[in-house]
């Protein structure tokens, strides 16, 4: 099994534009967690999934951050608009208990 | 509501002394705790966790109820030691908390 897949690994983009973070977790998984990461705040939980629906959003940012798990094989993460505040690394983890498996991260810019 | 807290952002120790990497938190319940490292380039993985009560790679880490602590130690540092060390904690749910880590860097 490779793991958690995260792509892209890094993504360069110019405030306003849409920016889509795709996540496959490891096979079996019921849990998909995303989270972001940034120095000032350190590892965020923005938001998880069991078995594909979502149960707590409630550290996704603002609305212009959504979160789609439309199997359970896939996941993505969208920023529209996106800004510069929203450069960090986003990770995707996935878990079959309380052990989480996490991905190698996007890393995203917004100039 | 759940909290981890690591009160140090940098930790640096010279090679074959001890560490203490601090991890305090605050849950009503019974919570699981967790140490998570991240290596240099690397993804972010499990070390250990408490109900294991294992040593991985020389670390250890030891519950405290009293104190609400669950500190990670290892009696010699080494060079490849050095990485970002989250603690994190988890009630429910399987859903994780982390503290803001803390670096740890091993020098000669």
């Known amino acids: 099994d490779a793991g958690v897949i995260q792509s892209p690994r890094h993504e360069v983009t110019e405030m306003g534009q849409e920016v889509t973070l795709r996540c496959k977790p490891i096979?079996?998984?019921?849990?998909l967690f995303w989270y972001r990461q940034t120095m000032m705040r350190g590892l965020e939980l923005l938001i998880y999934f069991n078995n594909n629906v979502p149960i707590d959003d409630s550290g996704m940012p603002e609305d212009r951050f959504s979160a789609k798990m439309p199997n359970a094989s896939f996941s993505t993460l969208k920023i529209q608009p996106s800004e510069p505040r929203d450069s960090a690394v986003y990770f995707c983890a996935s878990s079959p208990n309380n052990e989480q498996f996490f991905g190698p991260g996007t890393r995203l810019t917004v100039l | 509501a759940q909290r981890v807290t690591q009160p140090e952002k940098l930790l640096s120790v010279f090679k074959g002394a001890p560490v203490e990497l601090k991890c305090n938190y605050s849950?009503?319940?019974?919570?699981?705790l967790f140490w998570y490292v991240q290596y240099s380039r690397q993804r972010l993985q499990l070390l250990l966790r408490?109900?294991s009560r294992e040593s991985i790679k020389g670390f250890t880490a030891d519950l405290n109820k009293g104190e609400t602590s669950f500190h990670l130690k290892k009696p010699f540092a080494q060079e490849e030691d050095s990485a970002m060390y989250y603690c994190?904690?988890?009630?429910?749910?399987?859903?994780?908390?982390f503290g803001t880590g803390t670096r740890l860097q091993v020098t000669l």
């Open positions: 994190a904690l988890t009630g429910t749910a399987s859903k994780l908390t």
């Open positions: 096979s079996g998984h019921d849990y």
């Open positions: 849950y009503s319940g019974s919570p699981e």
């Open positions: 408490h109900i």
